[in-house]
């Protein structure tokens, strides 16, 4: 296959690639945003920028697991009765020891007073408060939480690249920190063009339709863990998208557009990226995302510009923006998980194309199974919305047999 294309008479030259090879020019526009503090209220599923260690032991004392009492071990035995020395619920910042001969009553979550080395649950107890009849024996060390067993002060207990989900905030919050430092980010705006486009509520005439790619985009964008500053659509009209990628580029740190990237009369994200800014033609070998654009704006902006279909929008969404903004928000691992699943039934793909049908996961005898959703057309919405899937097949396969295992991008996973 050739590197670059001739697209036809008049028409510019475009760079042939796979889909690897440009998800690989794609990532390199850009790299991790610049580390902001955040309070720990507004972390949720963005990245570190840097490793955060423990201000704490955890627990930070010896912790009672139990309510109940802390004893001396060697001092219990069956029917023994012992006076209760004092009471330690939880948030008793006193320093109690237990005296020889005695027992504490303690709550769960309670300091484990000095010179006990149990907790004996109040359930092998008749749970007296004065003295307390012992019905049977707990082991040393049993239902004691010692000092720094969990996390020590000064451990690194969560590094730069970890996305923040509600474990890490927990964690955080529990060894001291208010506040964390974490990767801006990234501002995306998102350009649908074409003068068919109605905004969704709007009444139609014959040939508009609803413009449905800013939305979904939007939604993708927000999903993937981005802060989408502006949505907008134009015509197509030149002039108009060039003023429109001018102001975007300014607010934005990735702006993304939809439609006007192929080889028609009227593909005017394709002729407004050749106008101004530094932007290459591509041709995908994957379907749907056959057509793309990619480069900087005018100042320097990274641009992405999606084909208009709606599945062919979503799709290089998901192959080449998403991965990108994962990236400049920090995160170390940028990519959908994929598994291995079973084709449901037969299915086809074209030579020398990369395809990614939509599919539904479904289990059966907990292994995953694919099952396509509509067809392979770029323009089936109905289908992509009962979607969670993307069958990945190489460009070199044309035929999958039902029962055969295939790769799937699993897009189940929401990381905002
Ligand atoms: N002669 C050729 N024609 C086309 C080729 C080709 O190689 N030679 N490639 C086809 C492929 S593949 C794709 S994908 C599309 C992509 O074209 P564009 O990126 O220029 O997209 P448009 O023509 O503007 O729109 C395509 C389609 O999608 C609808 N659309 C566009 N934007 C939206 C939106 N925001 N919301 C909803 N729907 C949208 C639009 O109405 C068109 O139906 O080109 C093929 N043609
Ligand atoms: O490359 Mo297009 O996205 O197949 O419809």
Redesign the pocket.
């Known amino acids: 296959m050739a590197d670059v294309l001739a697209?036809g008479a008049g028409l510019p030259v475009r760079t042939v690639r796979s889909l690897d090879e440009h998800a690989a020019a794609v990532l390199a526009l850009a790299g991790p945003l610049p580390g902001v503090r955040v309070a720990l209220a507004d972390a949720r599923g963005r990245a570190l920028a840097g490793d955060v260690c423990s201000t704490v032991d955890l627990p930070p004392w010896d912790s009672s697991a139990m309510d109940g009492y802390a004893v001396r071990s060697e001092e219990l035995h069956a029917g023994a009765v012992l006076d209760v020395a004092d009471d330690v619920p939880a948030g008793d910042t006193r320093d109690v020891r237990v005296p020889a001969g005695a027992v504490v009553r303690v709550m769960t979550g309670a300091p484990v007073p000095g010179g006990a080395d149990a907790v004996l649950p109040v359930e092998l107890t008749d749970g007296g408060t004065v003295r307390v009849r012992v019905d049977r024996v707990v082991a040393p060390g049993a239902h004691v939480r010692p000092r720094g067993e969990d996390v020590r002060t000064g451990d690194v207990v969560l590094r730069a690249g970890d996305v923040l989900g509600a474990g890490a905030i927990g964690l955080l919050a529990a060894t001291g920190h208010a506040q964390v430092e974490v990767h801006a980010r990234p501002r995306v705006a998102v350009l649908?063009?074409?003068s068919?486009?109605v905004a969704p509520g709007g009444a139609l005439r014959h040939g508009q339709?609803?413009?449905?790619?800013?939305p979904?985009l939007a939604a993708a964008a927000a999903d993937a863990g981005a802060d989408v500053v502006d949505v907008r659509?134009v015509s197509?009209d030149v002039d108009a998208v060039r003023a429109a990628l001018a102001e975007l580029g300014a607010r934005a740190d990735v702006v993304v557009t939809?439609?006007?990237?192929?080889?028609?009369a009227?593909?005017v994200?394709?002729d407004a990226l050749l106008a101004d800014g530094d932007a290459q033609l591509v041709h995908v070998r994957m379907?749907?995302?056959?057509?793309q654009a990619v480069g900087t704006l005018a100042d320097g902006t990274p641009v992405l510009?999606?084909?208009?279909?709606?599945v062919?929008?979503y799709v290089s969404f998901e192959v080449f923006v998403r991965p990108l903004l994962r990236r400049m928000l920090g995160a170390r691992e940028v990519h959908r998980r994929t598994l291995t699943a079973t084709a449901a039934g037969d299915l086809h793909s074209p030579a020398g194309r990369r395809q990614l049908l939509r599919a539904r996961l479904e289990w059966s005898g907990g292994a995953p199974v694919a099952v396509l959703v509509g067809g392979p057309g770029?323009?089936l919405l109905g289908a992509l919305a009962r979607a969670d899937a993307l069958v990945d097949v190489p460009e070199d396969v044309t035929h999958v047999a039902a029962g055969d295992p295939v790769t799937v991008i699993d897009l189940r996973e929401h990381d905002a």
């Open positions: 697209a649908s063009t074409g068919e486009l339709i609803h413009e449905s790619n800013g979904q659509c197509d939809t439609g006007g990237v192929s080889v028609g009227y593909d994200v394709r379907q749907p995302g056959k057509p510009a999606l084909p208009g279909n709606p062919s929008s770029s323009h």
